[in-house]
């Protein structure tokens, strides 16, 4: 049986109920936990940070690895941003943090919202004539296909009095419904946004951020320990697809789909993080060089054998059979080859 929410309609079955109720689960013990944990959620809020950078803004076509965010994050000058993947990392790097840092004071209102898109795009110079306003020109989402033509993904709200009318009624239904499951809530405000794309331009990434943004307003605060857009990004397919499959019925569509796709992704990472918290709770079992190794990974993610080997004064092969003795037990992870081959914390 479907219910309406807002200007959609969710059928509330069984299976959905049952992940949200795995979902608070989690959450109702997730305080015990952030006590206990301390200096590990530290190393894991920087991992997550690196990661849903680079995956937020590879979604909308950078071409940024997380290896590249992170030595670009440790290295900005601002002042010398002039490519255009890299604006776009500094400034959802900048959303992200600030959002992390003061959700609780960043009330949800269109000036609000418009500040942070202001802040997303500050460092794009091509973007200057509209971030921080309502987009002027239609903006349907659309696919670059090998042969340069376009496919339309979905059609978004026209600009104008459509948008602000779309807008302002989304806003004050998140503020008036006190019935409707707080992650249903985020859920629908993600959805109902990127559905309107009330900006020219940056509206996937601010959804993206909205989204971590109302999980944590609601109480969720996990969510910054792990990285949602990196999820996403590994189902960018079945993204759009769920997308573009509710948003063909606008308006008055069904979104039961999008809640299973977008709770989905929230459990797994949910379950990524239960899964990491687990292998470092694990970690008084190793031996006191395996443990140096690991810290200093945890703290400079995408460090090179020979920089390990130089900073603890380890002897070279020492490293390398350390290396492969935590990649054997899961709790780190390498990536590239040969002296390229970087190593980050699972």
């Avoid at 604006?87 to 600030?98: A, C, K, S």
């Avoid at 054997?328 to 002296?339: A, D, L, N, T, V």
Wanted: contains cysteine; glycine residues 6%.
């Amino acid at each position: 049986m479907s219910e309406q929410v807002h200007t959609v309609r969710v059928k509330l079955d069984w299976a959905l109920l049952s992940v949200i109720s795995q979902l608070d689960r989690f959450d109702a013990g997730w305080s015990a936990i952030e006590r206990r944990e301390g200096a590990s959620l530290k190393q894991l809020k920087a991992i997550a940070t690196v990661r849903s950078v680079g995956a937020s803004t590879r979604i909308e076509g950078s071409r940024l690895s997380d290896e590249e965010v992170d030595v670009l994050l440790r290295n900005t000058d601002i002042s010398k941003l002039e490519d255009r993947d890299a604006q776009e990392v500094v400034g959802y790097f900048q959303v992200l943090d600030l959002v992390s840092e003061s959700y609780a004071d960043i009330d949800i209102t269109e000036n609000s919202l418009k500040g942070l898109h202001n802040h997303l795009l500050r460092f794009s110079s091509k973007d200057e004539w509209h971030r921080g306003n309502y987009k002027q020109h239609s903006n349907a989402v659309e696919a670059s296909l090998p042969d340069g033509t376009k496919q339309l993904i979905f059609q978004t709200t026209a600009p104008g009095f459509a948008t602000d009318d779309a807008m302002r009624e989304l806003i004050a239904w998140y503020h008036r419904d006190q019935i409707t499951h707080p992650l249903v809530k985020c859920a629908l405000f993600a959805y109902d946004f990127v559905s309107i794309h009330p900006f020219q331009d940056g509206n996937g990434r601010l959804s993206r951020l909205l989204a971590t943004l109302l999980l944590l307003r609601n109480g969720y605060t996990w969510i910054q320990y792990v990285s949602l857009e990196h999820e996403i990004e590994n189902r960018k397919t079945a993204y759009y697809r769920e997308l573009q499959k509710c948003q063909a019925q606008r308006p008055g569509e069904d979104v039961s789909s999008w809640l299973h796709f977008f709770f989905d992704a929230l459990r797994n990472v949910q379950q990524q993080l239960l899964q990491k918290l687990t292998v470092q709770d694990a970690a008084t079992q190793l031996s006191p060089r395996e443990k140096a190794v690991l810290g200093f990974i945890g703290n400079h993610p995408g460090s090179k054998s020979g920089q390990i080997a130089e900073k603890l004064d380890i002897p070279g092969q020492s490293v390398k059979r350390t290396l492969a003795e935590l990649l054997s037990q899961g709790r780190i992870e390498k990536q590239g080859k040969g002296p390229a081959t970087v190593y980050y914390l699972l």
